[in-house]
């Protein structure tokens, strides 16, 4: 079994331990992304070498000019990466339950992931609300969700109506 290795960002072993599973999402494809573009930048100058080694011009300062060139580019590519991961990852920053009754920690049943569209957020938490089996407590239980009338706008009132007719 391989372990993935965070790198894209520095956190302990603690601070790691403490994110959201909508947080770890984003980590894990923003290391992902990164891993990506430092293969890419791998093959191209691997790519490189060899066209200059086969044009004979490998003693040339060629080979040097365009990894540094290529490397930057990985570099400012990496950084917009990171920025994004941060201030994504803190605007998923799991709230405090004080209105309440939920228990403090619980979290919905469903992804909250607010980088998501509006309609692949629908499908999201239909999917988790088609998910109870009895008609009433779904409704019941949907209507009393303040994170989805939040998280899903204007088609909170569309789950709803849908819910409702299996009522």
């Known amino acids: 079994m391989s372990f993935l290795q965070f790198d894209i960002i520095e956190l302990s072993e603690e601070e790691l331990i403490a994110l959201s599973t909508v947080q770890m999402r ?4 923003a290391q992902r ?6 293969e890419k930048l791998s ?25 540094d060139a290529l490397d930057e580019e990985f570099e400012n590519r990496v950084s917009v990466i990171r920025d994004d991961l941060i201030y994504n990852m803190s605007l998923n920053v799991p709230a405090a339950d004080d209105d309440d009754d939920t228990p403090p920690g619980e979290e919905v049943g469903y992804i909250v992931d607010y980088s998501l569209s509006y309609l692949d957020r629908y499908h999201i938490v239909r999917n988790y609300y088609m998910s109870i089996a009895d008609p009433a407590e779904r409704l019941a239980t ?4 303040e994170t989805a ?8 009132t569309t789950l709803y109506n849908v819910l409702y007719q299996y009522v």
Request: hydrophobic share 30%; glycine share 4%.
């Open 149 to 156: 009338k939040a998280y899903l706008g204007q088609y909170y």
């Open 26 to 29: 984003l980590l894990r494809s």
């Open 142 to 145: 949907y209507t009393a969700d």
């Open 43 to 67: 093959l191209e100058k691997n790519e490189y070498f060899h066209a200059l080694v086969s044009a004979g011009a490998l003693n040339s300062s060629l080979y040097e000019s365009k990894c």
């Open 33 to 38: 992304e990164k891993d990506e573009l430092e």
